[in-house]
């Protein structure tokens, strides 16, 4: 489902009397900085791959994840590294983050470029993202197993863990081997 | 207005403006999604949650009934799954002959002034207008399981409350799960209740059995739109020995979640209900009334802090 706010927001600024503030957004980190914090200068060149339908389903299947990934953010190196940039849903909004893989499949890093929340940002906090460093596939992913939880932050930390792991369900079943 | 009524809204109106200016615009967890239905979402350790609720339940057989509920509510996360929380509780009635019941309208006077709050004296009067502060209550609730990370979230929560209406201990089995990246919320409460009523010249006990349910979807960002359903029954004595009414209510709830601010508006209708000796007098035209209407509005707002 494609959710519309900008449309909402329009539609309920026409009712009398409603003065909707300003949508909030908080980017902390944009492409650019992402690929010099996890690939220091290497070339990278954006990808457009088409996700097949099958792969779609293993993948929701997989990662529980029930926001299509969208594939369109993606970037690879000559060396075979890879970048996807994905959104998983928030408390309230989307968050946006950044999976970094190296050309052994095991993942440089993470980061969260976008979080719209008002609470639950200590999932940007380098000691619980460091936790996904390293880890392949084959790994399981998931919180409260590998991954450990922050209280008081649990839905975000869930569902980026979640998000992680279906990243490297598309690397497994369609990066890894992409011919393009 | 008359000047009970807008004596009440004066202090509605106040207790919000003074929470307002107290608390900062900082924001956490514990938001209301439903009008009536408790779920799980908590405030995290050492965080508050200020917020106002305002109920109206209105209409009965005949005449006119408004029964106006005020509850100015500071929660507290004593640590990620307990939560506290202190109620200061305020209350507007307004009856007019809206009972027909000859149990009630025993001289020969219908339609009569009766329902929730109304004194026995005042049955026979043309109206019935009380506007009072009304107690305290104080509430806690421990998730034991989360539904963000468990197929069924599991709660217990307790609320003791002292009044000039009731005196009572609430408490509710909260279940809940999530779906679809938990967007979407199905919750379920078990409320077990003990009153003494104390409205009237001898004080009433019963016991309340409901099941309050809901579903609450997100639609878009910050917006959740549902529905919930009660099932109320109520017992006299503190037994299930004699029970003396049971009806249904159902309608839909909106949601809407800023950065620093949350606004919850639900309504329920009386789809049905039936009383037994001696809770007889309290029904009529298939519905309960005492302290329950053709329809229930709740309006919440919350500010996290």
Known sequence: MQWKSATLCGVMSLLPGVHLPAVYAKQYVSVEEVKNIFFHGELLQKVAISI??????????????????????????????????????????????????????????????????????????????AQFTGKKVDNRLRLNEDILNITGATLSAKHVTDGVRRVMILYREYLKGYQG | ?????????????????????????????????????????????????????????????TGTFDFWQGRTEL?????????????????????????????????????????????????????????SFDGVSIEGIWRITNPVTSPIGVGLYLEPTIGNLKNAIESRL??????????????????????????????????????????????????????????????????????????????????YAEKNWWLTAAMRTQIGGECWDPGTAECSMGKVWDGHGRNEYILKFGMPF
């Open chain 1, 52 to 129: 097949p339908p099958h792969i779609q389903t293993l993948i929701r299947k997989e990662s529980g994840v029930r926001q299509p990934l969208k594939g369109t953010d993606v970037w690879r190196s000559a060396e075979g590294s890879w970048l996807i940039v994905d959104e998983v849903v928030g408390k309230h909004e989307m968050i946006t983050y950044a999976v970094g893989i190296d050309s052994a499949g095991a993942i440089k890093g993470i980061e969260v470029m976008q979080y719209n929340e008002s609470y639950g940002g200590q999932i940007r906090e380098r000691k619980w993202l």
């Open chain 2, 1 to 61: 207005m008359g000047l009970r009524e807008k004596k009440f809204r004066g202090v509605l109106l106040n207790s919000a403006l003074i929470g307002a200016s107290l608390f900062s615009m900082n924001t956490h967890a514990g938001e209301g999604y439903f009008g009536w239905v408790y779920g799980l979402d908590l405030q995290p350790m050492g965080k508050y949650e200020f917020e106002q609720r305002l109920q109206l339940t209105r209409g009965q057989e």
């Open chain 2, 75 to 131: 929660e507290y996360g004593l640590s990620n799954d307990v939560q506290i929380a202190g109620y200061l509780n305020t209350y507007s009635i307004n009856a007019a002959r809206n009972y027909t019941n000859p149990d009630i309208c025993d001289q020969g006077i219908s339609p009569c002034t009766g329902g929730y709050g109304v004194q026995g004296l005042q049955h026979h009067a043309d109206t019935f207008h009380q506007t």
């Open chain 2, 174 to 255: 909260i279940l809940q799960s999530n779906f679809l990246d938990d967007r979407l919320q199905l919750v379920g409460n078990l409320v077990y209740e003990i009153e003494h009523l104390k409205f009237d010249v001898e004080p009433i006990e019963e016991t309340v059995l409901d099941f309050v349910g809901g579903v609450t979807y997100r639609i878009l960002p910050k917006l959740n739109i549902g529905m919930e359903y009660r099932f109320h029954n109520d017992y006299d004595g503190f037994s299930f020995g004699n029970q003396t009414q049971k009806a249904h209510f159902i309608g839909p709830n909106i949601h």
